[in-house]
């Protein structure tokens, strides 16, 4: 039987790497006991530093009461790392042999009704589970690197896995301090990859083409785009910015700028069904909020986001 | 004859709306006598309301010294609105017959070598300017929403532009506390708006897929890639997450996902020129600068985003 998400004390980190030391670095700042799984004792000092480099940002973002640094154990038997644990992250590498070949072993050694949830960015999990003897409560739970640092943990399930699963992984990352967004379909990429990639690709374009050079990419980026995004997301961007209207006026108004050349990408039909999902889809974030006050709120949350980065960089 | 770019003490800003209004209130900030032409005196007091709102988030920035709301002029008369002055931006609506119309006007009003920079995000100074009997010193000068928060200045000419009226405004806009970005072609979108477009499409089509909601779409920005390239831009971001082999590495090793269907945008080829072109621009921006040195700077950036965004919100 898995135990309530409030009650977890005991977590289990699979893998040496950055995304392996990244959840272990978060989950002990977060106040659990965290064993770490490590395929070779030669990854152990590049382990340690990876956690004690996240730890100075986590200090400054605030630990939980208890936390600490020597509640790790490095664990170097997989089966002993999840013998007794009430929640296992796994991020070995992406390969998909491999990972079938853990969550056969994963799928007998943790504890029945304990989650398992992988960070894999590339595959999916039905795929994953598909030898694994007890696939219901196996999940991706993908973070966004670094890990330690960016809340964001798409969680989706694969053919064989129980909503439940995904439910509990939903309240348990909340509760640890992530933001968690169940993806209603497994879909190549997840939802923010997605997003990313298709502005990746766009530079990519845009250096070959000689349109643009990298360097003039992060300027446009850091100094347009990405302060007001990390305050208010495209969608609610566009909600606010039109006012009264809201994302209503936007598509109405600058609908045909869809059609225009402004990306490789072609934009999708905007259907009227199409244009309803966003406009109640903002609708419903906004709340009762009006937008002068999400706009002030967006103002303070730009002004803070500059002053940060002015900071970081020392200038 | 132009004055030097650290010379200039007054500014005309044409138009009432947001862009107007937006970029009037930055030029007072920075300790400039600014004219605003409006239209029509109807316009007069949602361009003060504008001004005031944008001033709480100026002053928390911090104004240059002087700067004050009483250096401003309103003015319904175009030709006396810029008679006297040394940089004219104009951010009248996007008509092109209303710009040409404005243009010619401008093209004789205009003090000699004035700078003449355009607001406009859908059409091309190459259109704008095709009427003007001095286009030489017209340009885009292209910012981000809000202008008066976001540093990003695109910056472009048409077919008459002058190079000199291009410096001289990167030159200008720099010390008038923007970020210029000069464009080496003129391109639909410039390159912000490309790329966030691109990322746009591919919310739209997630969206009507009916594979994410407006909602997780902002969740996945908000908590995922942005508080991070409010630090780092993408090309910076890939290059330092890859440690010693930087950029180099992510394209020679993650090149193949360029193939895989993670966004409706199909990737360029991956040639050599390519690579180089990206491993170069990455390289010169980091300069000497280990990446291990970038990386405690990107970390210590996104914790200050990420409490800057928690304070705006009240969380």
């Not at 943990?153 to 992984?169: C, N, R």
Request: net charge negative; with cysteine; proline share 6%.
């Amino acid at each position: 039987m898995r135990i309530a998400p409030d009650q977890v004390t005991r977590i289990t980190s699979i893998g040496g790497g950055p995304i392996g030391g990244g959840w272990s670095a978060h989950f002990l700042a977060q106040g659990y006991d965290v064993i770490s799984y490590l395929h070779d004792p030669a990854e152990e000092a590049a382990f340690r530093a990876i956690i004690d480099t996240a730890w100075i940002s986590l200090e400054t973002l605030g630990l939980k009461e208890g936390a600490s640094r020597d509640r790790l154990t490095i664990c170097f038997d997989l089966e002993e790392a999840v013998a007794d644990t009430h929640f296992v992250q796994e991020s070995a590498p992406e390969v998909l042999d491999l990972k079938q070949a853990l969550y056969t072993i994963l799928g007998m050694a943790v504890p029945e009704g304990v989650v398992i949830s992988s960070s894999t960015s590339g595959l999916t999990m039905t795929e994953i589970q598909a030898h694994c003897s007890s696939p219901e409560r196996t999940i991706v739970g993908h973070p966004f690197n670094p890990p330690y640092l960016l809340p964001l943990v798409e969680i989706v399930g694969g053919a064989k896995t129980w909503p439940e699963a995904l439910s509990w992984a939903r309240d348990f990352y909340e509760i640890a301090g992530k933001a968690p967004l169940v993806m209603n379909k497994e879909i190549p990429g997840f939802v923010a990859t997605r997003l990313q990639e298709a502005l990746w690709r766009e530079a990519l374009h845009m250096v070959a083409n000689g349109e643009a050079t990298p360097e003039q990419i992060d300027i446009a980026l850091i100094n347009g785009p990405a302060p007001r995004m990390a305050m208010q997301g495209q969608c609610m961007a566009f909600h606010v910015a039109c006012g009264e209207g809201g994302m209503a006026t936007n598509l109405d108004q600058f609908g045909p700028a869809l059609q225009l050349p402004w990306t490789r990408l072609e934009a999708p039909e905007l259907t009227k069904e199409l244009r309803d999902r966003m406009v109640k889809g903002c609708d419903s974030i906004a709340g009762n909020r009006h937008f002068t006050e999400m706009a002030a709120e967006r103002d303070r949350g730009i002004v803070g986001v500059l002053k940060a980065v002015r900071d970081a960089r020392g200038t």
